[in-house]
């Protein structure tokens, strides 16, 4: 069993070179969210905008406003590194 699940993978990851021949396959666990603080302050930063643009604007598709939250702190990101260059 366990060798036609290493067949398995082994298939799977030259069929997905082979459909993507640039990528790299990176091997490890990923990093949980919670152990990198300033990644979970960003993410709850950006879902509490999106609740507030939600709500002000009366809507219910978070995809909708994702854009303008994206502006509004990249713009802010801008002007704070213009103001640090003067």
């Not at 009366?58 to 704070?80: F, M, P």
Request: hydrophobic share 35%; glycine share 2%; charged share 20%.
């Amino acid at each position: 069993m366990y060798y036609f699940i290493l067949l398995f993978h082994s298939q799977l990851i030259d069929r997905l070179v082979k459909l993507w021949p640039y990528s790299n396959i990176v091997h490890g666990k990923p990093c949980h969210s919670q152990t990198q603080g300033s990644v979970e302050r960003a993410n709850q930063d950006v879902e509490c905008k999106l609740v507030c643009w939600m709500n002000d604007n009366k809507s219910e598709k978070w995809s909708t406003a994702l854009k303008y939250v994206q502006y509004a702190r990249n713009r802010c990101a801008s002007i704070i590194i213009a103001n640090k260059n003067k």
